[in-house]
């Protein structure tokens, strides 16, 4: 334990020394605000999920900063899209913009009733009061209507383990890799006011690359928006989040975060071009919305799926990794077609909305659930329809929301929730969600404690946040919920508890501090022996605590450091009982507007896997790091970012991990041997 400690304060003495020798001129403050919100959506996500969809969101939002949104002429649509913002909030904006002149410049927003500097600070990563050309009247007929702030972009991206794996090593004939290590991705998107074009490839690690066309993943959309009544039409690829995400909410978002009141209720996002690599996120066909405040959506989607076959007719519900790289995952690569229809209504005014959503869902073979406990009632058969309604209503200062589903298989669905201002300081939300085992929505991505769809589960949450000015902020959680049926390893109702709770201080505005503390626990089972030798399962909680202290430090416009530590405390059903720690010193030079270097060194130490640690990394353009870390060793890793001319963007990365208690990492086809891992990515991006 001496020698850890002492690790630690050697790496923030070496790295606050480098921090005093730096030279510059200015700090990205957006940059920082879109790194801690893309924070606070990730860190609760495990990256081994394969239902979690994080890289989706990392877009979403990174291209929300990259075009913001024009207060003077956005709809309530278009201002619910920032992330911070809620109905609240933006039927006030609109009411001032209504009452008073446009907004002249985006600190006027500071002078609408009921928001605060500081949530004001929070979305000014995704605002713009717009420029001259955008605040002329546009034609239909004119080229300029089309093509109004053109913006282009070119993305190459290059990414490999330095270590040999072993699926690199093993024939294909004996389950090996047939690809080269190499993960590979390139976009191109030209985008207007009123247009969007797109097309994203990838190739995964392993997978084969012979050209242009042999591309594993290809995506691609053609889009037009905000043409008068018609609101938006996409052939391609597109997502679809409606409502609450009962039925449909593709793309990613907010959960359970440090954001403990504004993350709770979604804000519709209705149909959006899809641009990310996640490859079973997405539909691919057309969609359309017509109106204004009565709007009318209409979408059809067809695409190929890959499964695990059971026979010739049957197979297992659609894996969603993507992965094809070796012999037996090629085989089974689209071998089955997905095809959903459905449609929604919505009316939408400044104080309410209101919308129903159906849709129908047929596969090209039968799928079979499984035979486990916690399989019974998931999806089984060719196909399933289903209809939701939502709404939202705003009531002097609160804020009520809720939408009910129902599927052709009996299932049911419904989360109910307010959301209200206690004060100027302070504000609560409450929600109750009742998520049947039978429901099963295929698409959804409603508030919930499990990450995959909303199915099997009761809950009741309720968060508040209290500001005692600029100087203190406390936030907290609580989350009761259980699971009517089996889930993943269980054999039986179950249920938990998750809480959280906040301190931050803001004792200058170069210097902030935060403690969180967080406790989840719940109901599992473990293995055991009755007295006549027989193997029972026995009922026992399974808890994790975790306690954080972090300081983030800007000495100087050119510098900010950042030094967190953070203990978790982890007990198995059984009743063992092993902890974990972790420490992070960052670095952050700017020495020139043009460039950027971020530098970390982490040091870690578990005691097991269920005393795990995770941290969220800034990484390449679009690129989501939530690295998990177990066992005892020590992480560094160095992201460059340089604007070489206006056009070029260069992106670097390095990153290594030494473990000191074993002598190989992972297993099976990812098994390296030895005690290091070493990541290397370099990305170009071309502006026009």
Do not use: C
Request: proline share 4%.
């Amino acid at each position: 334990m001496l020698n850890f400690r002492k690790r630690i304060i050697l790496s923030v003495s070496l790295l606050f020394i480098a921090a005093g020798q730096a030279v510059g001129r200015q700090a990205d403050s957006v940059a920082v605000i879109l790194e801690r919100d893309l924070e606070q959506a990730t860190e609760n996500l495990d990256p081994d999920d394969p239902d979690s969809d994080p890289e989706s969101f990392l877009v979403y939002l990174q291209e929300l900063a990259a075009n913001p949104v024009n207060i003077n002429r956005a709809r309530m649509d278009d201002l619910l899209l920032i992330p911070g913002m809620n109905f609240r909030y933006a039927s006030a904006i609109i009411t001032y913009r209504n009452d008073h002149a446009p907004f002249e410049s985006i600190e006027d927003l500071t002078e609408v009733p009921g928001l605060d500097g500081t949530v004001f600070r929070s979305m000014l990563p995704y605002l713009t009061i717009g420029s001259r050309r955008e605040q002329r009247r546009d034609l239909y007929f004119n080229k300029r209507f089309w093509l109004n702030d053109p913006k282009s972009e070119f993305i190459s991206r290059y990414r490999t383990v330095i270590q040999k794996q072993d699926g690199y090593i093993r024939p294909d004939s004996l389950g090996g890799f047939t690809g080269s290590p190499v993960h590979y991705y390139q976009r191109f998107r030209f985008a207007t006011s009123k247009l969007s074009l797109n097309v994203t490839q990838e190739k995964d690690p392993g997978e084969k690359l012979s050209g242009i066309r042999s591309f594993d993943y290809t995506s691609w959309h053609v889009a037009v928006q905000k043409t008068g009544m018609l609101q938006r039409v996409v052939i391609g690829d597109y997502s679809l989040s409606f409502g609450q995400g009962l039925l449909f909410w593709t793309g990613g978002s907010f959960g359970k975060s440090r954001d403990v009141v504004r993350s709770v209720s979604k804000n519709e996002r209705g149909i959006r071009p899809y641009g990310s690599a996640g490859e079973a996120s997405g539909f691919r066909g057309i969609a359309f919305t017509l109106g204004n405040r009565f709007q009318l959506t209409g979408f059809y989607s067809h695409r190929k799926r890959t499964a695990t076959e059971r026979d010739s007719l049957t197979i297992r519900f659609p894996v969603t990794s993507g992965y094809h790289r070796t012999l037996n995952e090629q085989h089974r690569k689209n071998n089955v077609s997905q095809t959903t229809a459905g449609g929604r209504l919505r009316y939408q005014s400044d104080i309410a909305h209101a919308g129903v959503t159906g849709y129908i869902n047929t596969f090209s073979r039968f799928v079979e659930p499984g035979d486990l406990p916690y399989q019974r009632h998931r999806f089984s058969g060719r196909k399933l329809s289903g209809f939701s309604a939502d709404g939202g209503i705003l009531l002097r200062n609160v804020y009520f929301f809720a939408e009910g589903a129902v599927t052709s298989q009996g299932g049911t669905g419904l989360i109910a929730g307010a959301e209200k201002s206690l004060g100027p300081s302070t504000d609560a939300v409450l929600l109750y969600r009742r998520y049947d085992p039978a429901l099963q929505t295929l698409f959804g991505g409603s508030f919930a404690e499990q990450s995959s769809y909303p199915s099997n589960e009761h809950g009741f949450y309720t968060g508040v946040s209290h500001s005692f000015g600029t100087l203190l902020k406390i936030r907290a959680y609580a989350d009761i919920f259980r699971f009517p049926a089996p889930r993943f390893l269980t054999s039986r109702p179950t249920s938990g508890t998750d809480y959280l709770f906040q301190i931050e201080v803001n004792p200058h505005r170069k210097l902030h501090f935060y403690l969180l503390a967080r406790s989840k626990t719940r109901e599992s089972e473990f293995s055991s022996s009755d007295p006549f030798g027989r193997e029972i399962k026995v009922p026992g909680n399974q808890s994790r605590q975790s306690i954080r202290i972090q300081a983030e430090w800007s000495p100087f416009n050119f510098i900010r450091t950042r030094t967190r530590i953070e203990q978790m405390n982890a007990e198995t059903p059984e009743g063992t009982v092993s902890r974990g720690i972790l420490f992070f010193q960052d670095l952050r030079l700017i020495p020139d507007p043009r460039v950027k270097l971020d530098l970390r060194v982490t040091l870690f130490r578990t005691e097991d896997y269920e005393s795990r640690v995770y941290q969220f990394e800034n990484d390449l353009l679009y690129v989501m790091s939530n690295t998990m870390l177990y066992g005892n060793g020590i992480r560094y890793y160095a992201l460059l970012q340089v604007k070489t001319f206006s056009r070029l963007d260069l992106y670097a990365k390095l990153s290594t991990t030494v473990y000191s208690d074993r002598t190989e990492i992972s297993s099976g086809n990812l098994r390296i041997p030895g005690n290091r891992r070493s990541d290397a990515g370099i990305q170009v991006r071309f502006r026009i």
